[in-house]
Each structure stands twice: as C-alpha cells, then as structure tokens.
C-alpha cells in the first residue's frame, strides 16, 4: 500500500536556526496538510496545500513558517527561525481529495530545537 | 470554536475483550464529520472510522463501531474482541467542510494486555 513518507525521523537543530521537513505525499494526491504534536499536546493542523498554493492556514502558521512543492514529488515545511517553541513531532499528510477521501499521515518528523 | 474532548489519558483492556472510549465535542454545525485515528509506536496515524453527522445510522469496520449520539455530542469507539496490535493511542477528531483541516482530541493510550 502506499505511504506518505517523512525525512528525517529526527532533526535537531539550534534556536535561530532554519529547517525544512520533508514529505513525499502519495502520488495520485492533490491535496497536502502539515499538522504538529508538541509533546504531551494535541495534535494541531498548521496547513494544506492544493494547486501550489496554501488554501487554508491556522494562526500557528506565522510568518516563520512556509510550505512548498517544489517538484512533482516533494512537499515541504520550512520554519525560517526556528524557537525552542517549535519542538514538536510534524506530521505530513496527503488526500486524493478535500472530501471523501481519508488523510494519510507519514511517521512524523520529530524536531528538537535546542 | 470547535473542541474536541477524551476524557480517558489511558484504558487498559485484556485481549479478546471489549473497551470502549470516550468522545465528546462542540460545535454549533448542523453538517460535519467525526473520526478515530490510530497512533501504533511507529507513530504513524491511521484512519480507523469516520462517521458523517447526518448519517444516523453509526459506522462499522469489522471490530471497531462508533456510537453517534448528535444530540448529545458524543462519538465513542468501541473495539470488541481486542488484539495485542490495537495497542496504540486513539485520537477522536472532528471536521468541517474540510476533509484536512482536522481538530483532535488529547487522545486516550490503550493497552491491551495478554
């Protein structure tokens, strides 16, 4: 079956610092979603993304962050400046469709900003 | 705004018995979807159930059913005959019109024992 996939497992990086989270969604999907998991929290929607463009973001998707397709594979999650804050497991997930069509999550991205 | 709400952080059940979690949310929506993901250790997310608000009738996946009380606002799942490998976190969570912009719940750890 076909998965979403996440790379790395676990980043760790320094405050200040920019980091891009990388996903390959499932091939045949058009629609693309980040969502985050801080530690002992719930699990929070950031954004999705269709037609290379983000069609609905939360307030936690500040300017630090931006989401970007770069190929026909690809999906990622950039934090430009990166705050102690931002330690969280990030999760990618993909849909054939906005409805009718289940969310498939990749592993998850743990990221440590220290 | 839309809450989603586990009361349960942990169940613990014995194999090949029943446990059911617990789920209630809030919202001023008449149209609206309700789910079940599944966390293994491997952290992936996997869709377990979705149920649609208008439906009456509650939703099945072989061991796993869900009691739909609209009026009342509770979406509990209920895992009959349970495995070792449903060992795993569940998270309950609630959408809109949009399929990916999903909000959880805290999540409640079940342990299924031997």
């Known amino acids: 079956e076909p998965e979403v996939t996440q790379t790395p497992s676990h980043q760790v990086t320094q405050m200040g610092q920019e980091v891009i989270l990388r996903c390959v969604p499932i091939?045949?999907?058009?629609?693309f979603y980040w969502y985050r998991q801080i530690l002992g929290q719930k699990v929070e929607f950031l954004v999705s993304?269709?037609?290379?463009?983000?069609?609905?973001k939360s307030e936690i998707f500040d300017d630090q962050f931006s989401v970007e397709r770069p190929d026909g594979s690809n999906f990622t999650l950039k934090i430009r400046s990166t705050k102690l804050e931002d330690s969280a497991m990030y999760f990618c997930a993909s849909s054939e469709g906005p409805r009718d069509s289940p969310l498939h999550f990749g592993n998850g991205t743990r990221l440590t900003v220290t | 705004a839309q809450t989603v709400t586990q009361s349960q952080p942990e169940m613990s059940v014995q194999e090949a018995e029943t446990v059911t979690l617990s789920c209630t949310y809030d919202t001023s929506e008449n149209n609206y979807y309700l789910f079940w993901y599944k966390q293994p250790p491997s952290r992936q997310m996997i869709l377990v159930i979705r149920?649609?608000?208008?439906?009456?009738q509650n939703a099945t996946e072989n061991r796993f059913s869900v009691n739909f009380q609209k009026a009342a606002k509770s979406f509990s799942l209920k895992i009959s005959d349970s495995q070792l490998g449903d060992t795993a976190m569940y998270f309950c969570a609630y959408s809109t019109d949009s399929w990916g912009k999903l909000q959880f719940g805290a999540g409640t750890q079940v342990v299924v024992t031997p």
């Open positions: 091939s045949n999907h058009l629609y």
């Open positions: 993304f269709y037609n290379n463009e983000i069609s609905e």
């Open positions: 149920q649609e608000a208008y439906k009456q």
